[in-house]
């Protein structure tokens, strides 16, 4: 990968703004993106030089992925990180968050009672939301593979087939694929299941006249996708209800990516697909955000929902998912990556919705 040098920069000017003499990173997300390092352990950033500290099983790993980063080997990644800090005299540390367990963060200061730790949530968030080229080009390809291998299984999503193994075939397809490892296990929920946003497929055999959901993804190069698609199984589209829910939520993901373009507030993306499945009489029964930041983790920066305070810029790429579940009847969501650009949004995903 090579000394990353405009990630670090812009890592370094946030510790510069929080008078900061170093960082630490523990998500293997973080360390990816600053070193590409693809192993376990801990990354420090100061003095304008890389450190990582982790153990003997990935010394030859982390020399051939991230040379220009110094290794240290320690058996306890906290105890060496401890005792890079003591040597190199930093007073002021900032650490992700969101990366490290209490537990882990109990032990890091007792192992540092003379440095001052400073947690760091929102500004180390940001900065992965703006995708390079290069980026860009990895979540296009895994989405390419999750699709491809979406295809070969389609033919099986039918009645009688069994919800768990057409996640395990779907898997099975994408890693023949190419796709190094799946970002998320897959989602395939039928008939009354369909109502359950986030179902662990299960034995049931699907139905004749119902709804299945299908929540997939894949990776390439540490990169994510992910995508789901909602269909009627059986003869015609499905009763009155599961057209009316369907043709909704279709509305609301088409109103929601018309949104999207720069200097636009993510808000008012989530508010267009919520507007327009309140209107219907459904907003009760939409019960998550509208999307998600996708890159090297499938959740990550910016959230499109109410709550969120992001502007949207050219190179942001996130998912536009709205849903509709409704108990004992079932659920429809469609979910589709769209990459912001200059002139608005850019539908990554090419399998159609209708």
Known sequence: MGWPEERINRAFRVAQARKL????????????????????????????????????????????????????????????????????????????????????????????????????DEELKKLRMVKEPGEIERIRRALAIAEQAFEQIRPRIRSGGRERDIALEFEYAARRLGSENLPFDPIVASGPRSALPHAIPSDRLLGEEELIIVDYGARAEGYASDQTRTAWLGNGRGGREEIRIYQAVQAAQREAIAAVRPGVPARVVDRAARGRIAAGGWGEFFRHSTGHGVGLAVHEAPTISEDSDVILEPGMVFTIEPGIYIPELGGVRIEDMVLVTAEGAEVLTSIRSD
């Open 21 to 120: 003499d170093a960082l630490l990173f523990f998500s293997p997300e973080f360390i990816n993106y600053f070193s590409g390092f693809r192993g376990e352990g801990i990354l420090a950033l100061g003095s304008g030089k890389g450190f990582l500290v982790s153990d003997g099983r990935y010394l030859t790993q982390a020399r051939e992925e991230a040379p220009e980063f110094e290794f240290r080997l320690s058996r306890s990644w906290l105890s060496g990180t401890a005792e890079l800090i003591g040597e190199k005299g930093f007073a002021r540390v900032g650490f992700e968050a969101e990366g490290i367990p209490y537990i882990g963060f109990q032990r890091l200061k007792e192992l540092s009672p003379g440095w001052e730790l400073c947690p760091l």
